[in-house]
């Protein structure tokens, strides 16, 4: 597996390259250290995992980079004003965490990451949410292939029937999953699930 980690610090890089060398085998590491080197590498190779700072190196829209197509693209970052985090996730990363993270959440976003889901910490989306008390509570949230389908259906005006129809899904099983969505998020509308879908682009806008 390809990985870039890209920080100016040597302490983040360092770390990071030894919390997934605990888990994954025949790991090929790519160190950046600015924007420059970052820019050359992206070019340069294909990676399987590109990890950043963006308050460091700019991720920037990677995957328009023909070569980052495939790439799984992970913010971690210890800013967490709400412009950052949505000029972030606009730029189609995969996951977003803080540095307050631990090992196995670090992990647990790579491999989520890797299957094609979202991953956040809930620091990250007391923020996208404006909270006005934050619990400072750091567990990961996952929205698997299934529910981010189910949010852009949601996003294109489909109602819970029409999603089953669609989805050849029961209704019940749909109303367990926009349940479970709106639990995973801390949402208690729709329209908190449907505008944080647009500003996050979790879900393609369609015209």
Avoid: W
């Avoid at 100016?8 to 390259?17: A, D, I, P, Q, W």
């Amino acid at each position: 597996m390809n990985v870039l980690v890209a920080d100016t610090s040597v302490l983040f890089r360092e770390g990071v390259k030894s919390v997934l060398s605990h888990k994954f085998r025949e790991l090929i590491f790519v160190e950046a250290e600015c924007d420059k080197t970052f820019n050359t590498a992206l070019k340069k190779s294909a990676f399987d995992v590109i990890i950043s700072d963006p308050m460091h190196v700019k991720i920037g829209r990677v995957k328009d980079i023909s070569k980052q197509k495939k790439a799984c693209v992970i913010s971690i970052s210890s800013e967490l004003s709400r412009p950052f985090i949505l000029a972030t996730l606009q730029n189609g990363i995969n996951a977003c965490l803080t540095k307050d993270c631990s090992e196995e959440e670090i992990i647990e976003a790579v491999e989520s990451a890797m299957n094609g889901e979202r991953f956040f910490c809930n620091k990250v989306l007391d923020s996208l949410i404006d909270k006005d008390e934050f619990d400072y509570n750091c567990d990961p949230t996952v929205l698997t292939k299934r529910e981010i389908e189910i949010v852009q259906l949601i996003c294109d005006g489909l109602t819970t029937a029409q999603i089953a129809d669609e989805l050849t899904l029961s209704k019940h099983t749909i109303s367990t999953h926009r349940k479970n969505i709106m639990g995973k998020l801390h949402f208690k509308t729709p329209a908190e699930l449907i505008r944080y879908a647009i500003e996050t682009s979790l879900v393609e806008i369609k015209t």
